[in-house]
């Protein structure tokens, strides 16, 4: 993969880390308190992870959904969930919104897709949508800056 070790950004600024991880703990009280279910969280998780491609985050958060219950074929289906009937009206505008933030150096966050969540979620289920998917985009960049170690073990 690399011959140079990596900084662990984290250990090496743990404040930096704990502020992140304290911004993660209140969005996810934010989510809850919108109504959006933790599946729904674990899966906006997933797929931001998936999008970035960083490996850690995605073992992390699979592993986290399949305890809260999330249905494997589910898991399976998650990068082409426009195409399967797997999901709700809910979570696919919020997968989609999720996916244009993540994205937001094609074209930032198109008005299509925003107009697209507006029409599904309220106010505040797309701000936690929002703030769900810039903590993990966040998380993403210190696991994959870092190069977390993600082993077959």
């Not at 933790?38 to 998936?50: F, G, M, N, W, Y």
């Not at 933030?101 to 505040?124: C, F, K, M, N, Q």
Request: contains cysteine; hydrophobic residues 45%; proline residues 3%.
């Amino acid at each position: 993969m690399t011959e140079h070790s990596r900084v662990n950004i984290g250990k090496q600024h743990p404040a930096s880390y704990q502020a992140l991880l304290a911004l993660s703990t209140t969005a996810e009280e934010s989510a809850a308190a919108a109504g959006l279910d933790p599946l729904l969280v674990e899966l906006i998780k997933i797929r931001v992870s998936q999008i970035n491609g960083c490996a850690f985050c995605l073992r992390m958060h699979t592993r986290d959904s399949l305890k809260k219950g999330e249905n494997s074929d589910r898991l399976a289906v998650l990068p082409a969930w426009a195409e399967a009937d797997y999901f709700t009206a809910t979570e696919r505008a919020a997968l989609r919104l999720a996916e244009s933030i993540t994205r937001v150096s094609d074209g930032h966050v198109p008005d299509v897709d925003y107009a697209a969540a507006t029409e599904v979620l309220t106010d505040e289920q797309l701000s936690a949508v929002a703030w769900l998917t810039n903590v993990m985009n966040a998380f993403n960049r210190v696991a994959i800056t870092s190069r977390y170690p993600v082993t077959g073990n």
